[in-house]
């Protein structure tokens, strides 16, 4: 029983740990050694203005595009679960084409729409909406934009099965009291799907803060996320000590920010 | 049986959210058929040039067969192994199994820049020992991005598992089957929709993976994303809008067709 234990349990942990769980204690190594032992890069990470400006900037970006991405998730989700056929087959594809289609796809899509020379400038200035082409990308504008698009999909799974759990009764019985329609909404559907609201709020803010494709293309460099900042680090002005010390910061943060929403779910008894 | 039906404005607030999600998908074809060297749009005159230079550079083929084969092996590697963890798992419920399945899902949870460091470390580690498994090599990015995908290897066929019925393991298991017929003849069968969806989803990410295969690879190992990369960073090359709308094109067909297949299922159901 033992030797079978071993056998299928075994070779994906043996893996996952020589291949993650060892070279993350080498990366936290580096973020102590280099350029010298001691704490002092994680003294600069949390204390460098340019650091500090990147932390912030990446968590008040995070913070708009949850909300955006999981208010819109809502809405369309809404008409998944609760639409008619049609509307939830064309809703559906809606959803599952952008999911499947990778990211740099998606990223360069929005330079399609955006960019200087991009469909919305072109077709502006042709019709003379503006005479300068807007700066709609290479800023935090194309940033927000291309992450909300990235990851409303992924906010779409948990709201819908919180709204597919909601017992139909109960608006039935809402609605037979005389309430409006905007009121069973507000009052009834949308606290019932409480969980699945914070669930993907949680999952959209975490996925967000790790991001970096999106923003290193839509962001041309200008405005920097924690994620860019750690790439730029290893590989174009290197100071691995620092990029290892802020991976290790991040990776304590998400830790922390899970571990709090397992204890207020375990204590609201979900 | 839904009662209430969204109304006019959710519709609306929905429509509007369906052509933000679809815009930059549609956006992408009259960029690609620019006659122009910059990203810019096609007017009056069209061209297939960019289409024409997908063919005519090698290293588009080379990048996509490359990611193909990684694919293939990372999904194939990451699966099995998977597979192995979930049936451990769900066979003899492990006094410690929330912590295995904690590690299993690291690499998913953490944020991917993180893994991407990691992983580098890994590799540059590894090819200090040899020159086969390592930093830009065909077997470094496939063991890189076996490590990504496994979690949700794990996730589908945990999922698949919860749904077979303990009762024919426990009846093949009193009527004398080892552990090898009871894990290849009575229970992979019942979970065979979820190994198949494993294998495609798992081969789906590695083929798209670029988070942490741009810390990975240099020059050798160019994978189709890694080489959209480098024609997006800087001066934006209108092949980037060609290879997009063929690989938006392949998405769009394969969606399309297994919805078909659904609704066709569906209606026999009712029919």
């Given at each position: 029983?033992?030797?079978?234990?071993?056998?299928?349990?075994?070779?994906?942990?043996?893996?996952?740990?020589?291949?993650?769980?060892?070279?993350?204690?080498?990366?936290?190594?580096?973020?102590?050694?280099?350029?010298?032992?001691?704490?002092?890069?994680?003294?600069?990470?949390?204390?460098?203005?340019?650091?500090?400006?990147?932390?912030?900037?990446?968590?008040?970006?995070?913070?708009?595009?949850?909300?955006?991405?999981?208010?819109?998730?809502y809405i369309?989700t809404l008409l998944w679960v609760r639409g008619g056929?049609?509307m939830r087959?064309?809703?559906?594809?809606?959803?599952?084409?952008?999911?499947?289609?990778?990211?740099?796809?998606?990223?360069?899509?929005?330079?399609?729409?955006?960019?200087?020379?991009?469909?919305?400038?072109?077709?502006?200035?042709?019709?003379?909406?503006?005479?300068?082409?807007?700066?709609?990308?290479?800023?935090?504008?194309?940033?927000?934009?291309?992450?909300?698009?990235?990851?409303?999909?992924?906010?779409?799974?948990?709201l819908a099965s919180a709204m597919r759990s909601v017992d139909e009764r109960v608006l039935l019985a809402a609605r037979g009291m005389g309430a409006s329609r905007a009121r069973i909404f507000w009052q009834v559907f949308v606290p019932m799907t409480k969980t699945g609201i914070f669930?993907?709020?949680?999952?959209?803010?975490?996925?967000?803060?790790?991001?970096?494709?999106?923003?290193?293309?839509?962001?041309?460099?200008?405005?920097?996320?924690?994620?860019?900042?750690?790439?730029?680090?290893?590989?174009?002005?290197?100071?691995?000590?620092?990029?290892?010390?802020?991976?290790?910061?991040?990776?304590?943060?998400?830790?922390?920010?899970?571990?709090?929403?397992?204890?207020?779910?375990?204590?609201t008894g979900r | 049986m839904i009662t209430l039906k969204p109304g006019l404005l959710a519709t609306?607030?929905?429509?509007?959210?369906?052509?933000?999600?679809?815009?930059?998908?549609?956006?992408?074809?009259?960029?690609?058929?620019?006659?122009?060297?910059?990203?810019?749009?096609?007017?009056?005159?069209?061209?297939?040039?960019?289409?024409?230079?997908?063919?005519?550079?090698?290293?588009?083929?080379?990048?996509?067969?490359?990611?193909?084969?990684?694919?293939?092996?990372?999904?194939?590697?990451?699966?099995?192994?998977?597979?192995?963890?979930?049936?451990?798992?769900?066979?003899?419920?492990?006094?410690?199994?929330?912590?295995?399945?904690?590690?299993?899902?690291?690499?998913?949870?953490?944020?991917?820049?993180?893994?991407?460091?990691?992983?580098?470390?890994?590799?540059?580690?590894?090819?200090?020992?040899?020159?086969?498994?390592?930093?830009?090599?065909?077997?470094?990015?496939?063991?890189?991005?076996?490590?990504?995908?496994?979690?949700?290897?794990?996730?589908?066929?945990?999922?698949?598992?919860?749904?077979?019925?303990?009762?024919?393991?426990?009846?093949?298991?009193?009527?004398?089957?080892?552990?090898?017929?009871?894990?290849?003849?009575?229970?992979?069968?019942?979970?065979?929709?979820?190994?198949?969806?494993?294998?495609?989803?798992?081969?789906?990410?590695?083929?798209?993976?670029?988070?942490?295969?741009?810390?990975?690879?240099?020059?050798?190992?160019?994978?189709?994303?890694?080489?959209?990369?480098?024609?997006?960073?800087?001066?934006?090359?209108?092949?980037?809008?060609?290879?997009?709308?063929?690989?938006?094109?392949?998405?769009?067909?394969?969606?399309?067709?297994?919805?078909?297949?659904?609704?066709?299922?569906?209606?026999?159901?009712?029919?």
């Amino acid at each position: 029983m033992l030797r079978s234990r071993l056998f299928l349990l075994a070779p994906l942990l043996v893996f996952l740990a020589l291949a993650y769980l060892v070279p993350f204690l080498g990366v936290m190594r580096w973020s102590v050694t280099l350029p010298e032992p001691g704490l002092g890069q994680y003294k600069t990470a949390l204390t460098d203005p340019l650091v500090l400006s990147v932390i912030w900037r990446t968590v008040r970006i995070c913070a708009l595009v949850t909300v955006l991405a999981v208010a819109m998730a809502y809405i369309i989700t809404l008409l998944w679960v609760r639409g008619g056929p049609v509307m939830r087959l064309f809703v559906e594809l809606c959803i599952l084409i952008p999911f499947w289609i990778s990211v740099l796809t998606r990223a360069f899509g929005w330079l399609a729409l955006l960019s200087n020379r991009g469909i919305i400038n072109t077709w502006g200035q042709e019709i003379g909406i503006f005479s300068e082409p807007l700066a709609l990308v290479r800023n935090e504008f194309g940033v927000v934009l291309g992450m909300v698009h990235f990851l409303i999909p992924f906010a779409v799974f948990p709201l819908a099965s919180a709204m597919r759990s909601v017992d139909e009764r109960v608006l039935l019985a809402a609605r037979g009291m005389g309430a409006s329609r905007a009121r069973i909404f507000w009052q009834v559907f949308v606290p019932m799907t409480k969980t699945g609201i914070f669930g993907a709020c949680l999952l959209v803010f975490v996925f967000a803060l790790g991001f970096f494709v999106t923003p290193a293309i839509l962001g041309g460099g200008r405005s920097v996320l924690v994620a860019e900042l750690i790439w730029l680090r290893i590989f174009q002005s290197p100071d691995w000590g620092l990029g290892a010390a802020i991976s290790v910061i991040m990776m304590v943060a998400i830790g922390l920010l899970l571990a709090l929403t397992m204890k207020y779910a375990k204590g609201t008894g979900r | 049986m839904i009662t209430l039906k969204p109304g006019l404005l959710a519709t609306i607030l929905a429509a509007l959210v369906a052509v933000f999600l679809l815009m930059p998908l549609i956006a992408v074809v009259p960029v690609s058929f620019t006659p122009g060297r910059n990203l810019s749009m096609a007017g009056d005159e069209w061209s297939l040039r960019h289409y024409r230079a997908l063919i005519d550079n090698p290293a588009w083929g080379k990048g996509v067969w490359l990611s193909i084969r990684i694919g293939l092996v990372a999904s194939l590697f990451s699966t099995a192994l998977a597979a192995a963890f979930a049936l451990g798992l769900w066979m003899l419920q492990p006094k410690f199994a929330g912590l295995y399945m904690g590690i299993a899902m690291l690499p998913m949870v953490a944020p991917p820049v993180v893994s991407a460091l990691t992983l580098y470390f890994f590799l540059t580690s590894l090819s200090q020992w040899n020159g086969v498994i390592g930093y830009d090599t065909f077997f470094g990015v496939a063991l890189a991005h076996s490590v990504m995908v496994a979690p949700f290897a794990v996730v589908l066929i945990t999922v698949a598992l919860s749904q077979v019925d303990r009762r024919i393991d426990l009846a093949a298991r009193s009527m004398g089957a080892g552990l090898m017929t009871r894990v290849f003849r009575i229970i992979m069968p019942n979970i065979r929709f979820g190994m198949i969806a494993a294998l495609f989803l798992t081969f789906v990410l590695s083929w798209e993976e670029i988070g942490v295969t741009l810390f990975i690879t240099s020059v050798n190992a160019v994978t189709l994303p890694r080489m959209m990369w480098m024609g997006l960073r800087d001066n934006i090359d209108p092949a980037i809008a060609a290879i997009s709308v063929v690989l938006i094109a392949i998405v769009v067909a394969v969606v399309l067709i297994k919805t078909a297949v659904q609704v066709r299922q569906g209606q026999k159901r009712q029919g």
